[in-house]
């Protein structure tokens, strides 16, 4: 007698599978939970059930569009139409108020079409903006066919919203124009990326129309100015600039003239990029530095940089946290004198990051700032060359206490290659290091990781440990 088959349970009824037949409330929590609004647009496409099911959901609280990543392929863009579609769509509620508008439509629309999605924005009681577009009119001029003459000036009624607190600009190498009213009397944060910054005090506009101001980023942009850009703030707690660049009658330099900042209650710096003259008036609070000068045509560095170098760091000498690259450490050893030409002090210095190469002369610069670090906690080389015989790190043992035995807990090696020499100074740090809980070594290469960390975390184990406490840790960093 044959078995009777059982029937296999059906997720299908009525043509229809068991999800969509759902409620609408209940679908519409599931849409809201996707990560993107480009997401919850491509569920259109399941069926005829869920074609227009995502222009009912009763709010989008945060919008985060982009052309690109809503295209099927990363290098094609959404359909054009489509496009606008789905964004005027998602602005269309104007009854919820708006957390974040995040919008990235490249060279899609012209400013009119860019400025009312902005407006609608506004009249959600945006909160945070971030724009990326360039609108391209055919009557655009250049100049040297890169510059386009034409400002894109920001509209008054996003000035005047009162409910905005971040904006992030990227502009695609455009000028930017403010308009005279005043306004951002709530915006706490401001990122200009890739903007052509031509009025000569435009950064100053902008501090004075954001009296609650507390970040203010300038990445990528390009300035027209041969007088120092000044910061001055009396709320400004976070400056941030990478990779400024200068741009007069028609050539880029390989510097600028400087930067003045005055900003008591600043209390994180970052400059990265070509080297300018920093003038820190007042930044008092100042906790955490990142000084990280280039310069891009390998002049040889002269005394007197090395010693404005050298002041720069007696102006943050009080800071819990610094981090100096390679061009920073040579720039102090130019200046001939490192026994007066460092400051004689670090008193609240914690942690201290350098990009370095072994050899003599930085050295001395860095164990100097080492020295007169006393309660240095945490210790991050990134060591890019290795031209110094290994007996350098062997100092006497008065001084070698003074560096290590104190307060020093945690040593990094950023970068890591495995090579001998930085074994070495690990031995060396493991030897004398009382007070040390770990030493790190992180790598950038997955393929020496795994040829190299094993072998090195064995040999390395069985070394002499001053401190009994001490682990050795190898991570790859993706």
Not at 80 to 85: A, G, T
Not at 108 to 132: C, F, M, Q
Not at 282 to 310: F, M, N, W, Y
Not at 424 to 434: K, Q
Request: proline share 5%; charged share 25%; net charge positive.
């Amino acid at each position: 007698m044959n078995k009777s088959k059982r029937a296999k349970p059906s997720n299908l009824e009525n043509g229809v599978d068991f999800i969509s037949n759902m409620p609408d409330p209940i679908l519409q929590l599931i849409l809201q939970g996707l990560p993107t609004t480009e997401e919850v647009v491509r569920t259109s496409v399941l069926s005829t059930r869920w074609r227009y099911l995502w222009t009912s959901i009763p709010y989008f609280p945060s919008l985060d569009i982009d052309c690109y990543r809503t295209a099927p392929t990363p290098s094609l863009m959404f359909p054009k139409k489509k496009f606008r579609d789905i964004v005027s769509w998602c602005l269309a509620n104007k009854t919820v108020d708006l957390d974040s508008f995040r919008l990235c439509c490249a060279s899609y629309y012209g400013k009119s079409t860019v400025h009312k999605w902005i407006e609608a924005a506004v009249n959600r009681n945006v909160k945070s903006l971030d724009l990326k577009f360039y609108p391209t009119p055919a009557d655009d001029d250049f100049l040297d066919g890169l510059i386009a003459i034409e400002a894109i000036e920001l509209p008054e009624f996003l000035i005047t919203c009162e409910s905005l607190e971040s904006l992030r600009l990227f502009l695609y190498q455009r000028i930017i124009g403010l308009p005279r009213c005043t306004g951002f009397q709530a915006l706490r944060v401001v990122e200009l990326n890739n903007v052509y910054c031509f009025d000569h005090d435009l950064v100053e506009k902008f501090l004075n129309k954001c009296p609650l101001l507390e970040e203010f980023s300038l990445i990528d942009c390009f300035i027209r100015i041969l007088d120092p850009v000044c910061v001055s703030s009396s709320k400004l707690k976070t400056l941030i600039i990478r990779n400024w660049k200068n741009v007069w009658s028609g050539l880029k330099l390989d510097f600028w003239c400087g930067l003045k900042v005055s900003c008591p209650q600043l209390v994180y710096f970052e400059y990265v990029g070509r080297r300018c003259e920093i003038i820190l008036e007042d930044v008092r609070s100042l906790k955490k530095a990142v000084i990280h000068p280039e310069d891009l045509l390998q002049q040889r560095i002269s005394p007197t940089l090395g010693k404005t170098v050298s002041m720069l760091l007696d102006g943050i000498s009080h800071v819990e946290s610094l981090s100096l690259n390679l061009y920073c450490i040579q720039c102090i050893d130019a200046a001939h004198n490192p026994d007066t030409d460092i400051p004689a002090f670090f008193p609240k210095l914690k942690t201290l990051e350098v990009t370095t190469t072994i050899d003599a002369f930085t050295m001395i610069v860095l164990i100097r700032i080492l020295r007169f670090s006393p309660i240095l906690e945490s210790l991050n080389l990134i060591i890019k060359k290795e031209h110094l015989t290994t007996d350098y790190w062997v100092l006497d043992e008065v001084e070698t206490r003074t560096i290590l035995t104190r307060h020093l807990k945690s040593v990094k090696f950023l970068r890591t290659n495995g090579k001998k020499r930085r074994l070495v100074i690990t031995r060396f740090l493991l030897e004398r290091g009382n007070a040390l809980e770990e030493i790190v070594f992180s790598w950038s290469s997955k393929v020496k990781y795994h040829e190299k960390s094993l072998k090195i975390m064995k040999k390395l184990s069985k070394l002499q440990k001053a401190s009994s406490t001490v682990k050795l840790i190898s991570v790859l960093k993706e």
